[in-house]
C-alpha cells in the first residue's frame, strides 16, 4: 500500500488549506485512514481519522471545530480541510492507513511521506 500526501504550503493564521492523500496498491478499500501532525523537535500527534465507509470521524480536541476529514466518491482518496489555522499547526502532516480504528500512531501499518504545513502569524 503507498500513501501519497499533498496540499500542504505556506498560509497566514487564519487561512484555510485543504491536505489530500491517496491510497494505492491495495485491493480492498475497507481501511480506516488517519491524519497526524509532527512539529519540530515533538513527538508526533493524532489529528483525525475515519472510517472506511466515512461514516464516522473523530478528531484531536486541538482541531475539533477548525479541521474536517472526509473521503472522495472512492474511498481510496482522504481530505483534510483545516480552516481557521493557528501557528501551533504548523507540522508536517501525515496520512496513515490501517484496516482497524485507531488514534495512536502505532496503530498504523501504512504511512505517507508527510506534506509539511507552515502557518505564520
Known amino acids: 500500500v503507498q500513501l501519497q500526501a499533498s496540499g500542504g504550503g505556506l498560509v497566514q493564521a487564519g487561512d484555510s488549506l485543504r491536505l489530500s492523500c491517496v491510497a494505492s496498491?491495495?485491493?480492498?478499500?475497507?481501511?480506516?485512514m488517519g491524519w497526524f501532525r509532527q512539529a519540530p523537535g515533538k513527538e508526533r500527534e493524532f489529528v483525525a481519522v475515519i472510517s472506511w465507509s466515512g461514516g464516522s470521524t473523530f478528531y484531536a480536541d486541538s482541531v475539533k471545530g477548525r479541521f474536517t476529514i472526509s473521503r472522495g466518491n472512492t474511498k481510496d482518496t482522504v481530505y483534510l480541510q483545516m480552516n481557521s489555522l493557528k501557528p501551533e499547526d504548523t507540522a508536517v502532516y501525515y496520512c496513515?492507513?490501517?484496516?482497524?480504528?485507531?488514534?495512536?500512531?502505532?496503530?498504523?501499518?501504512?504511512w505517507g511521506q508527510g506534506t509539511l504545513v507552515t502557518v505564520s502569524s
Open positions: 496498491g491495495r485491493t480492498s478499500s475497507y481501511y480506516v
Open positions: 496513515a492507513s490501517d484496516t482497524t480504528w485507531g488514534t495512536e500512531a502505532y496503530e498504523y501499518e501504512y
